[in-house]
Nanobody, 126 residues
Framework: QVQLVESGGGLVQAGASLRLSCEAS????????MGWLRQAPGKEREFVAH???????YYADSVKGRFTISRDNAKNMVYLQMNSVKPEDTAVYYC????????????????????WGQGTQVTVSS
């Protein structure tokens, strides 16, 4: 089992920055890819970013150039730095992990993730 706990959400104005954190526990962290997904009210959950065990990163087009995903394997942490936020970034943000280390699934799909945090709310006012 992998346990994930997110923190760092809140209410910010458009154009501001915010950093989300996710602490993982339960299994060796470094061989896992980690993802951030979000769900806005009335919408499907969507991919935001993921980072492979190698450190390679991938982003949704909607956040590319504004958000940065990173990890600290020594601390079992993954982060999402959100810059120049927009009202359309308003959502509950989830940290997620796949079912096993070095999983070769489609990390852009929520179906590739078995472990989820409780979510942290990000609200961006215009």
């Amino acid at each position: 089992q992998v346990q994930l706990v997110e923190s760092g959400g809140g209410l910010v104005q458009a154009g501001a920055s915010l950093r989300l954190s996710c602490e993982a526990s339960g299994r060796l962290f470094s061989p896992y890819a980690m993802g951030w997904l979000r769900q806005a009210p009335g919408k499907e959950r969507e991919f935001v970013a993921h980072i492979r065990w190698s450190g390679t990163t991938y982003y949704a087009d909607s956040v590319k150039g504004r958000f940065t995903i990173s990890r600290d394997n020594a601390k079992n942490m993954v982060y999402l730095q959100m810059n120049s936020v927009k009202p359309e970034d308003t959502a509950v943000y989830y940290c997620a992990a796949p079912p096993r280390p070095r999983y070769s699934g489609d990390y852009n799909s929520e179906k590739s993730y078995d472990y989820w945090g409780q979510g942290t709310q990000v609200t961006v006012s215009s």
